[in-house]
């Protein structure tokens, strides 16, 4: 009878291990569906917006930015305050960005790509960019002399680090949307950069000719908002329609 008792609790004791187990394969796939599921119902679209920013009236002329020799001698033309630029018109170093309308809860894949800022001539390039939360920002130095970054969020970390000589970079992320975080150098009180960080890929910076675009917007009724360093921010609103381009022109005074 012992024999027979301490045999039937053996196999009892076996079934329920291998029960365990079942339960624990069954809740890794539901989890990895869960993620499957959470991707295919990420909106993107075939609409966009596009325009250009102008600048009405009469900019300020252009000032010639105080470089002691080691930065002179690294550049081929004089260097020339970049806070405000206008092209017969047009205003460059816009940074333009979806701010109200996108559905919420959703979750947008981060660019696998690092966005790109350099230093060179002692001088930021570009000097306002986008990217989004959680990307890559390589920061890469150019120049044969040191650099330090410094930037100053509000809502993100900061940090203060140098990149020593040519061909050194750092790679940082930031976590939370912020428009705008301020980029300055210690080294060279001149230099002056600018970020705007999104939890979304619809920005963008308009060119010289004071032109921007974002695509993949589904269609649906947007807030557009442009932030310049002088000229302040703006907003309108946009209608998008599946499969076209809304226009956005914008001018500052």
């Known amino acids: 009878m012992r024999i027979s008792a301490i045999f039937t609790l053996l196999i009892f004791f076996i079934a329920a291990c291998g029960g365990g187990a079942s339960e624990t394969d069954v809740s890794q796939e539901s989890g990895s569906d869960d993620a499957t599921e959470t991707a295919e119902m990420t909106p993107m679209g075939s609409g966009g917006v596009s325009g250009s920013v102008m600048f009405t009236g009469t900019p300020a002329e252009r000032t010639p930015v105080r470089m002691n020799d080691d930065c002179t001698d690294e550049r081929d033309t004089e260097a ?44 930021y390039v570009p000097r306002v960019m986008g990217l989004q939360t959680e990307q890559t920002i390589r920061i890469e130095n150019s120049d044969p002399f040191q650099h330090n970054v410094h930037p100053v969020p509000e809502e993100n970390r900061g940090f203060n680090e140098s990149t020593p000589g040519i061909g050194d970079y750092l790679e940082k992320s930031f976590l939370v949307p912020e428009v705008m975080i301020s980029v300055k150098c210690d080294v060279h009180s001149w230099m002056q950069a600018y970020i705007g960080v999104l939890d979304h890929p619809y920005f963008a910076t308009t060119d010289a000719s004071g032109s921007f675009m974002i695509s993949g917007l589904p269609d649906g009724d947007y807030t557009l908002t442009t932030w310049h360093e002088q000229l302040g921010e703006q907003t309108m609103a946009v209608t998008v329609a599946e499969g076209a381009m809304a226009d956005a022109s914008i001018s500052y005074q």
Do not use: H, I, K, R
């Open 80 to 123: 020339l305050s970049e806070d405000l630029l206008v092209n017969e018109g047009a205003v460059q170093n816009v940074f333009v960005y979806v701010s109200a309308g996108l559905p919420e809860g959703y979750a947008y894949p981060t660019p696998s790509e690092p966005a790109v800022m350099d230093q060179e001539g002692c001088m």
